[in-house]
């Protein structure tokens, strides 16, 4: 285990101190004492800065007023973005154990210059580099080399060893793929030094890509916002307005801390930060309670890395996402959404079940609790109310826009200090919160009002981002921008303005202490971004790699051959590669590395085999089980964090975790096969409907694979409740038992059937020839061509991308030209071989039962579990 993940406690053994390991951890575990410290704080605020800087239109405004040039370029951005990360990861983590923390040796300081030198390198020379495209120089080769080699150094510094080898090992096959060394199945031709070098450094194909590309232009500004967000409070807010809540429930503090990790998580770029913030206050508290240190570290775990899927954020994954799989941030969205909340519902109540099997009580409420009804009220106000907001932000906001086309920002801004103004006075009329110790004794929980008003004002700059997201449909660079300028306008005045609505006076120190706060926000997002900015770097060298050889094919085969045909062993083995691949790798870097390698093998395996699903399931699949790497054995980060918080065994903490993290596991399958949770094509009401239904089904799927439910389970009714959860999940499955889910008909009929469709419409085919490499064997897959406007069937397919000629009853295919929608897609194809390329089926919809009749026996069944398990039930269910 590299030392950066042994957690530092106090001198006297006493729960570790949340600054120090989220130091540690995450944002550099050097503190220079000095000039040195000074140093880096500030290029931390520069960095910091300049990323706000190229996000607005200053830049614009001010080369506009003087002539002079001050914008930067994509190009440009990247090469600053990963100067700074450069050589804050020298300055700011030191090298070896050894290495001192209190100062910065020379030779960091030596590497820092050699590092950002590499980068800026490209910056000052790009018009001699322009000119010799694909020609390096000796001074090219120099630079490129020392720009790899720091990123490597960078990235051991930061996040360890296991980035570190991923990416030589892909270095490693571009130099030694061509040799005999290599196993013929991955051999390829191999590239010379200069060749990879330009590759990889010189132009954007590689640590320059798109990734890095991200972070630049988007994920530092989410990441700076949410440390804004921290730094003015909010973090402590979220916690106690968790625990007022949920405190008086059963388990009460360890649903409270799956609520404040999921509340963290909207703006956390990682499961790791996400344990070390809230678990140093939540771990204790569910101890004190009773469950033991594993469990409540595991609980910590499961709902942090949970975090990580959730949006608006997705462990400042979700850009990345947007950007790979070509969809929108706000579709993005929506189709994250389902299975982060049903996974967080799951988990709630599977601390219960836990607090059930345990006996455990609630702690003491303020007020009388009162009967079941007003309960059940109380909680569908509380959704009433989540509505009512969530409605005003999307109506209300849009009305301003529609009713003040011309004043639409303006009168945002008006509302924006309007509503400031006053939730600040309402909260300056209450106590501000304090920080508590955990290991204080609680006597009483306080009332969810009297919390919840000190920190409304937290919520607007979000509401500033969700509008310049869905109303004003700004980019996410832009809305992230406008959102932390509303942070940064709340750090710097709520405290000046709570002592004038308290009469308190003192304005120059509640201005200064604002001014701190901004600062120290300011700082902790560069901070926070030195591992995410090294990490995309070096992800970089991995879908350059994939690029430059084609390495994705090599892993398909393998799947393909090891799976069998078998479409689930398939699934099975990319989520155990996922797994492994992301062991020890930050959120980002996780992603990019799963997708680049995994995404591609369930695209094309799965289309040989009749599995066509939209690519962002199958994006979603294999982020999902990367970033469940965080809390599985050996590696599991996050688990090795909890554990230092709770004093349990981290290996028994990830397992346990893990355990929780089975309903989390089991989403990427179903969605898989049943694309409508990831509300795809359906309507608000369709989408109500499967929000319930899958509540339901993932909850009873928790309570089988916890062996409780109203009682302790028998084996035979964990069976029920999984077949029971499975059927609820996926109810085509039952009905392509009894129905055929398509009518087959000829190749040939495609032709006809494209001539008849509707505008737009979409056409399901199975295509056949001989494999390029293999032309003795024949490859087949299943393909969905979308038509485009109305006209004949051959003139529509050869508009859509596909060139087909009708010959002795038979569709044939001629090879796409280059460039068009499927030449990449069927490039796999021998088209001059003696066996032509041909369309052998025509899949049409088939007519049939709606899926959702199979809920009835499912429901019976479950209906018959309950009445067997309440005759042995000895505690109230809720």
Known sequence: MNNKYVVPADSEGADPDPDAMVAEIESGARNAA??????????????????????SAIPFVITEWTGINVVFNNQEARQIHLAFALVLAMLAYPLFKSAPRDRVPVYDWVLAALAASSCL??????????????????????????????????????????????????????????????????QWKGASYGKAMWHFWMQTEGVFGVALGVSASMIFLFVLFGSLLEKAGAGNYFIKLAFALLGHLRGGPAKAAVVASALSGLYSGSSIANVVTTGTFTIPLMKRTGFSPEKAGAVEVASSTNGQL????????????????????????????????????????????????????????????????????????????????????YFGLGWVKTAFPGLGFWTAVALFLGAYVYLLYRAS????LEMDDPNAPITTLPRPMDVAITGFHFILPIIVLIWCILIERLSPTLSAYWATVAMVFILLTQKPMKNFFRGLGGYGEAFRSGGRDFFDGMIAGSRNMIGIGVATAAAGIIVGTVSLTGAHQVVGEFVEFLSGGSLIVMLLLVAVMSLILGMGLPTTANYIVVSSLMAPVIVSVGAASGLIVPLIAVHLFVFYFGILADDT?????????????????????????????????????????????????????????????????????????????????????????????????????????????????????????????????????????????????IASQT????????????????????????????????????????????????????????????????????????????????????????????????
Do not use: C
């Open 34 to 55: 000095g000039l040195a410290g000074k140093v880096i704080i500030a290029i931390a605020f520069i960095w910091s800065s300049f990323q706000i800087y190229i996000a």
């Open 121 to 186: 390198y490209l910056l000052f020379f790009k018009a001699d580099i322009a000119n010799r495209a694909g020609l390096p120089t000796q001074a090219d080769l120099v630079f490129s080399t020392i720009g790899m080699l720091a990123v490597a150094v960078a990235v051991y510094r930061a996040l360890g060893l296991p980035l570190v080898i991923v990416a030589s090992v892909f270095v490693f096959y571009v130099f030694a793929g061509h040799l005999d060394l290599m196993p013929d199945a991955i």
């Open 310 to 393: 959730t949006p608006p954020v997705m462990g400042a994954a979700a850009f990345l996402i947007s950007e790979f799989t070509g969809i929108s941030y706000p579709e993005l969205i929506k189709h994250a959404f389902l299975p982060a909340v049903i996974s967080y519902i799951a988990l709630v109540y599977i601390v219960h079940l836990e607090a059930l099997k345990l006996g455990l009580k609630g702690m003491e409420r303020p007020t009388v609790v009162g009967t079941l009804a007003q309960r059940l009220s109380g909680v569908l106000f509380g959704f009433i109310a989540m509505a009512i907001l969530a409605g005003a932000v």
């Open 429 to 432: 009329q209450v106590p501000d």
């Open 633 to 777: 054995p050996p590696v599991g980060l996050a688990a090795f964090a909890a554990a230092a918080i709770s004093g349990g065994d981290p290996i028994r903490t990830g397992i346990q975790g893990f355990t929780y993290d089975i309903r989390t596991a089991l989403l990427p399958f179903m969605f898989i096969f049943n694309t409508e949770l990831l509300l795809i094509d359906v309507g608000f009401a369709k989408a109500v409907f499967i929000f319930f239904i899958a509540v339901i089904a993932m909850g009873i799927f928790a309570a089988a694979t916890q062996g409780y439910f109203f009682a302790k389970s028998r084996w035979f009714e964990s069976v029920a409740l999984l077949l029971v959860a499975f059927t609820l999940f996926r109810p085509g499955f039952w009905l392509d038992q009894v129905q055929p889910p398509f009518d087959d008909q000829p190749g040939v009929a495609a032709i006809e059937y494209a001539a008849n469709a509707p505008a737009n419409a979409k056409m399901r085919i199975v295509l056949a020839g001989p494999d390029f490499d293999d032309p003795d064997k």
């Open 783 to 878: 393909m969905i061509v979308d038509l485009g406007e109305a006209g004949d069937g051959i003139e529509r397919l050869n508009k859509a991308g596909l060139i087909v000629r009708e010959e002795d009853g038979k569709a044939l295919l001629e090879e796409p030209l280059a460039g068009t929608t499927y030449f990449q897609t069927l490039s796999n194809y021998d088209f001059y071989g003696d066996t032509p390329v041909e369309i052998t089926k025509l899949q049409a919809q088939a007519e049939r039962l709606p899926k959702e009749i199979f809920y009835i026996p499912a429901f019976l069944l479950l209906l018959l579990v309950i009445g067997l398990q309440r005759r042995r039930q000895t505690v109230p269910a809720f």
